[in-house]
C-alpha cells in the first residue's frame, strides 16, 4: 500500500491567473473570460408572486455592493462577497425589466395548501409553466429566476398508473425537478430561489428545517456564480499546460424510471476543461445479477459515447484528444468493448476508463482531531484506490464539513495515465460545480449532479429531446 498527498488544484481565472479557492480568484483576478465576449449584463426575467418579484430585486439591488463575510476565526473559509457589479468580482451586473416579470396571483398558490403533495406540485408547476411560456416569447432575456412558492406540500412519493404491468416505480412529488423537466423546451436556463435566501427574516417550514441556511456572503456567491455560468459565462475552468493533450470528462451513470417499462437508463454529463457541460441521454440498462449495479450491452455503450461526442463536436467543432470516462458502476467486458469500438470509430487519440463508486470500506486516520488532508490518495493495488476529495484543507486552514469525510474509491479499469494523474483530474473536477464556490464536494461534477439530472430526464417524455446545455439542469 501507498500513500500520497496530491496538491490542491489550481483553477485558471482572468488573464491565465490562478488560485486553489474560486471565490479568492473572482475577487482578485476576475472570471476565466473576462473579456468583452463575456456577458456583461446579465438580463433577468422573473416568475413568482408580487412580493416574491419585489423581494428577489431587492436582494439582489444589495448584492451589488461588497457583503461582509461571516465572522470567524477561520479567516479563509468565509469569504466576504464583493458585489456583482462591473469594477468587481464577477464583471458583470444584473439588468432587470418589468416586462421580464411575470407575476403569480398569492391566491392561487393558497389554494394549493389542502390539496395532496402531487396534485397540489402538479397545479403549482402549471400555474409557472404559463408565466414561463409568455415569458419564453421575450427576446431579451438571458436567465429566468424562479421564486419558489413559500409552502408546498411535497415530501411523499406519488405512485404513477400502472400502464399495464404489475406494480410501477414511485416517483417523487418534486416541484423543482418537474418544472425543470418541463421547462426544458424553452430556450433560457431557470434558477430557482427559496424565499430563504432572499427575506433573512422567513422561517421555513417544518419540512425545510433540515436545510443549512447559509450566510448572506455565502449565499451570494453561490447564486451569483450559478447565474454568471447560465448566461453562458466561465467563472474558473481548469488549468491546462500547452503540452496537454485536449481532453474531455464524460461522466456515466444511471436513473430508474417512472415506470417498470426499463430499471435504468444511461446517461452521460460531458465536460470540456472550459467547464461547459453537456447532457447525452442514452439507451436502457440491466441490473446485473452478478453485481447487483445497471450496466449497458456492448451497443449501447457504444451508441452513448458516440453521442456524446457528436455532442461535444457539435458544440465545439472539434473532438478531443483524449476522454476520461467517469462510470458510476463497474465495467463489464461487453462495455469496455463498446466504449473502444466508439473511439475507434470518432477516432479518438485515447480513452482511459476509470469506475467511481459510491461507498468505500477503507478509512485513514491522523494524529489529533482533524480528518486526513484532502487530496490524500492510498493506493491499495495498481487499480484500486481512495482519494479523500473532501477532508482538511490547508488553505482554510480547518475541516469545512460538518460529518466524518468517507474517501472515494477510485479503479482505474483501463488507463494510460498515471493513478495519480487520474487522481489529480478527480480532485480539480470537484471544484466544477457552480452551485457551489466552495471546495469541499465529494465527487467530481461528471457524477456530481447525476442523480439531479436524473430525476429531471425521468420526467420527460422519451420521444422528447432534452436540451443538450448543463445548464438547463443544474
Keep these: 500500500m501507498k500513500v500520497t498527498i496530491l496538491d490542491e488544484p489550481e483553477l485558471e481565472f482572468h488573464g491565465g491567473t490562478r488560485h486553489v479557492d474560486p471565490r479568492h480568484g473572482i475577487t482578485d483576478y476576475g472570471p476565466a473570460d473576462a473579456t468583452a ?3 456583461r449584463s446579465i438580463r433577468i426575467g422573473v416568475v413568482g408572486t408580487p412580493h416574491a418579484i419585489d423581494g428577489v430585486r431587492r436582494f439582489l439591488d444589495s448584492c451589488r455592493r461588497p457583503i461582509a463575510a461571516k465572522e470567524s476565526d477561520l479567516g479563509h473559509l468565509f469569504l466576504a462577497f464583493p458585489g456583482f457589479d462591473h469594477a468587481v468580482g464577477f464583471r458583470s451586473t444584473l439588468v432587470f425589466d418589468s416586462r421580464l416579470e411575470r407575476p403569480i396571483r398569492e391566491r392561487d398558490l393558497a389554494a394549493l ?18 408565466e414561463l411560456d409568455t415569458l419564453n ?38 416541484f423543482h425537478a418537474t418544472l425543470k ?43 451569483h456564480a450559478a447565474l454568471y455560468y447560465k448566461a453562458g ?12 493533450l485536449t481532453t474531455c470528462f464524460v461522466g456515466v451513470a444511471f436513473y430508474r424510471a417512472t415506470d417498470d417499462s426499463r430499471l435504468e437508463t444511461s446517461i452521460a454529463q460531458v465536460f470540456n476543461q472550459r467547464g461547459d457541460g453537456m447532457i ?86 491522523r494524529e489529533g482531531a482533524n480528518p486526513p488532508l484532502r487530496g490524500t490518495m492510498l493506493s491499495v493495488d ?40 487520474i ?35 425521468r420526467r420527460l417524455p422519451d420521444h422528447t429531446e432534452p436540451q443538450g446545455r448543463y445548464a438547463f439542469y443544474m
Excluded at 447487483?292 to 455532442?311: C, F, G, I, N, V
Excluded at 484543507?393 to 475541516?399: E, K, M, Q
Design 37 to 39: 465576449d463575456s456577458p
Design 113 to 130: 395548501q389542502d390539496k395532496s403533495p402531487d396534485h397540489a406540485v402538479r397545479a403549482a408547476v402549471d400555474l409557472y409553466l404559463d
Design 137 to 174: 416569447e421575450e427576446a431579451a432575456c438571458d436567465v429566468v429566476l424562479v421564486a419558489r412558492p413559500d409552502s408546498l406540500p411535497e415530501g411523499s412519493y406519488v405512485t404513477p398508473p400502472k400502464r399495464g404491468r404489475r406494480s410501477a416505480q414511485p416517483q417523487y412529488a418534486d
Design 181 to 223: 423537466a418541463e421547462a426544458l423546451r424553452h430556450s433560457r436556463p431557470l434558477q430557482l430561489i427559496r424565499r430563504s435566501t432572499w427575506d433573512p427574516t422567513f422561517k421555513s417550514p417544518p419540512e425545510d428545517k433540515k436545510r443549512s441556511r447559509q450566510d448572506p456572503a455565502t449565499s451570494a456567491w453561490n447564486l
Design 233 to 244: 459565462g466561465v467563472p474558473w475552468r481548469l488549468r491546462r499546460s500547452n503540452d496537454d
Design 280 to 365: 447525452v441521454r442514452g439507451g436502457p440498462a440491466k441490473v446485473s445479477r452478478d453485481d447487483r449495479q445497471p450496466h449497458l450491452t456492448t451497443e449501447d455503450a457504444e451508441q452513448l459515447l458516440k453521442d456524446s461526442m457528436l455532442r461535444y463536436r457539435k458544440e465545439h467543432r472539434t473532438l478531443p484528444a483524449r476522454v476520461v470516462l467517469h462510470k458510476s458502476s463497474s465495467y463489464t467486458p461487453a462495455e469496455i468493448e463498446g466504449f473502444h469500438r466508439a473511439a475507434e470509430t470518432v477516432l479518438l487519440d485515447t480513452l482511459e476508463l476509470v469506475w467511481i463508486a459510491s461507498h468505500e470500506s477503507i478509512r485513514l486516520f
Design 382 to 421: 495498481g487499480g484500486r484506490h481512495s482519494l479523500y476529495t473532501r477532508g482538511s484543507v490547508p488553505f482554510y486552514r480547518t475541516y469545512p464539513g460538518m460529518y466524518v469525510p468517507d474517501p472515494l474509491p477510485v479503479r482505474t479499469v483501463d488507463i494510460v495515465s498515471s493513478p495519480e494523474v
Design 423 to 457: 487522481c489529480e483530474e478527480i480532485l480539480a473536477l470537484t471544484k466544477m460545480n457552480w452551485n457551489q464556490t466552495q471546495m469541499d464536494t465529494r465527487r467530481p461534477i461528471t457524477l456530481e449532479t447525476a442523480r439531479k439530472v436524473g430525476d429531471i430526464l
